[in-house]
C-alpha cells in the first residue's frame, strides 16, 4: 500500500508568502490524514495533488491558532461540496468545546456527522492497518506528538522450503503468504512453516510543538520518518526554550538517538527566509536532515 507525506504548511505561527502554518497530510492508500490544520490549509491542499474530499481523520497537535485555525473552512467548504461520510478530529482535552465553538460561527450548521475524539497522553487507537498512538510532548500548553504505526507485515515467503514441502506453484502460494493455513495429501501446512519472522510496518512520528523532549527518543524508536518542531538555529537556543520549542540542532539529536531514517525539519520561524543555516547544523549531526518546502511530497517505502 502507498504512504506518502505531503507538507501542506511548514512554517511556525503566522503564514508568510514561502511558507503556510502547519499542516501535514499523509496518504495511505486511499485515505487521507490530516495533521494540524493551520489557517489557510484548505487552499495549500488544493494547490496541491490531494484532494480534502478524501480527508478522513484530522489529528490536531495543540490548540495555539497556527495549528487548528484553518478547521473552521475546511469544515465549511466540505459541506459546500456535498460530503457526506462523517469526519472524524481527534486532539487534546478541549476538542469539545473548540468544535462546538468553531460549528457556531456564523450561519452555519453541519449536515454531515463530525465526531470528536479527545485523547489522553500515551493513548493508543486502533483503526484498519495502523494505529495512532499519542505522547504529550514538551510545549507550553497541552500538546501531542503523534505516531503513526503501521500493522506488523507476514514475514517473507520461503519458495524453496514450500516447494520442498511438495506445494505446487500458484494459489497455494498465495493463500500461505496471506497468512492462511492450507491441507495438501491430508498434510495441514501452516503459514509459519513457509514464512520468516514478521516485519514492521512502516512508522511515522509527528512531534507537534516541542522543546527536546526525552520520552520522544523512545516514542520515535527506529521510525522511517520523524517530522520534529525545528523552529529556530541553535543561536536561539533560549528564545526557542522559552517559547516551547526546539533548535534544528536539538532536532537532529533526538533524531540521532531515535535512529530514524529520515528527519524532515518544521515550524520554521518566519525570520528565516532561507532555512539553509538550519539544515545545514541539522545535517552535522543527523545526515538525512531535511527543511521540506510547503507542497513536497515524500514516499515511504516499505523495508525489505
Ligand atoms: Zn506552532
Ligand atoms: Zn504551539
Given at each position: 500500500m502507498q504512504l506518502e507525506i505531503t507538507f501542506l504548511g511548514t512554517?511556525?505561527?503566522?503564514?508568510?508568502?514561502?511558507?503556510?502554518?502547519?499542516?501535514?497530510?499523509?496518504?495511505?492508500?486511499?485515505?487521507?490524514?490530516?495533521?494540524?490544520?493551520?489557517?489557510?490549509?484548505?487552499?495549500?491542499?488544493?494547490?496541491?495533488?490531494?484532494?480534502?474530499?478524501?480527508?478522513?481523520?484530522?489529528?490536531?497537535?495543540?490548540?495555539h491558532g497556527d495549528h487548528f485555525l484553518?478547521?473552521?473552512?475546511?469544515?465549511?467548504?466540505?459541506?459546500?461540496?456535498?460530503?457526506?461520510?462523517?469526519?472524524?478530529?481527534?486532539?487534546?482535552?478541549g476538542l469539545r468545546k473548540l468544535v462546538s465553538q468553531i460549528l457556531s460561527l456564523g450561519y452555519f450548521t453541519p449536515t454531515y456527522e463530525i465526531v470528536v475524539t479527545e485523547l489522553d497522553d500515551n493513548?493508543?487507537?486502533?483503526?484498519?492497518?495502523y494505529i495512532i498512538k499519542t505522547l504529550k510532548v514538551y510545549h507550553n500548553v497541552p500538546t501531542f506528538a503523534y505516531c503513526l504505526e503501521e500493522d506488523e507485515r507476514p514475514?517473507?515467503?520461503?519458495?524453496?522450503?514450500?516447494?520442498?514441502?511438495?506445494?505446487?506453484?500458484?494459489?497455494?502460494?498465495?493463500?500461505?503468504?496471506r497468512g492462511e493455513t492450507i491441507v495438501i495429501n491430508g498434510r495441514k501446512i501452516t503459514p509459519n512453516m513457509v514464512l520468516g519472522p514478521k516485519r514492521p510496518g512502516r512508522k511515522i512520528?509527528?512531534?507537534?510543538?516541542?522543546?527536546?523532549?526525552?520520552?520522544?527518543?523512545?516514542?520515535?524508536?527506529?521510525?522511517?520518518?520523524?517530522?520534529?518542531?525545528?523552529?529556530?538555529?541553535?543561536?536561539?537556543?533560549?528564545?526557542?526554550?522559552?517559547?516551547?520549542?526546539?533548535?534544528?540542532?536539538?532536532?537532529?539529536?533526538?533524531?540521532?538517538?531515535a535512529e530514524v531514517d529520515k528527519l524532515f525539519l518544521v515550524h520554521i520561524s518566519p525570520r528565516y527566509l532561507d532555512p539553509k543555516p538550519l539544515e545545514e547544523e541539522a545535517k552535522e549531526i543527523f545526515k538525512d536532515?531535511?527543511?521540506?518546502?510547503?507542497?513536497?511530497?515524500?514516499?515511504?517505502?516499505?523495508?525489505?
Amino acid at each position: 500500500m502507498q504512504l506518502e507525506i505531503t507538507f501542506l504548511g511548514t512554517g511556525g505561527s503566522w503564514p508568510t508568502v514561502k511558507r503556510n502554518v502547519s499542516a501535514i497530510a499523509i496518504k495511505r492508500g486511499g485515505e487521507i490524514l490530516l495533521f494540524d490544520c493551520g489557517e489557510g490549509t484548505q487552499r495549500q491542499i488544493q494547490k496541491s495533488k490531494l484532494s480534502y474530499m478524501q480527508i478522513s481523520k484530522i489529528f490536531i497537535t495543540h490548540y495555539h491558532g497556527d495549528h487548528f485555525l484553518g478547521l473552521p473552512g475546511l469544515i465549511q467548504t466540505m459541506q459546500l461540496n456535498d460530503r457526506e461520510e462523517p469526519l472524524y478530529i481527534y486532539g487534546p482535552r478541549g476538542l469539545r468545546k473548540l468544535v462546538s465553538q468553531i460549528l457556531s460561527l456564523g450561519y452555519f450548521t453541519p449536515t454531515y456527522e463530525i465526531v470528536v475524539t479527545e485523547l489522553d497522553d500515551n493513548c493508543s487507537i486502533k483503526f484498519e492497518g495502523y494505529i495512532i498512538k499519542t505522547l504529550k510532548v514538551y510545549h507550553n500548553v497541552p500538546t501531542f506528538a503523534y505516531c503513526l504505526e503501521e500493522d506488523e507485515r507476514p514475514g517473507k515467503f520461503n519458495k524453496e522450503k514450500a516447494l520442498e514441502l511438495g506445494i505446487p506453484e500458484g494459489p497455494l502460494f498465495s493463500k500461505l503468504q496471506r497468512g492462511e493455513t492450507i491441507v495438501i495429501n491430508g498434510r495441514k501446512i501452516t503459514p509459519n512453516m513457509v514464512l520468516g519472522p514478521k516485519r514492521p510496518g512502516r512508522k511515522i512520528v509527528i512531534s507537534g510543538d516541542t522543546r527536546p523532549f526525552e520520552k520522544m527518543v523512545d516514542f520515535a524508536k527506529n521510525a522511517d520518518v520523524l517530522v520534529h518542531d525545528a523552529t529556530f538555529h541553535s543561536e536561539l537556543e533560549e528564545v526557542a526554550a522559552e517559547y516551547g520549542h526546539s533548535t534544528a540542532k536539538q532536532a537532529a539529536e533526538i533524531a540521532k538517538k531515535a535512529e530514524v531514517d529520515k528527519l524532515f525539519l518544521v515550524h520554521i520561524s518566519p525570520r528565516y527566509l532561507d532555512p539553509k543555516p538550519l539544515e545545514e547544523e541539522a545535517k552535522e549531526i543527523f545526515k538525512d536532515s531535511i527543511v521540506p518546502k510547503d507542497f513536497q511530497s515524500f514516499e515511504i517505502r516499505l523495508k525489505k
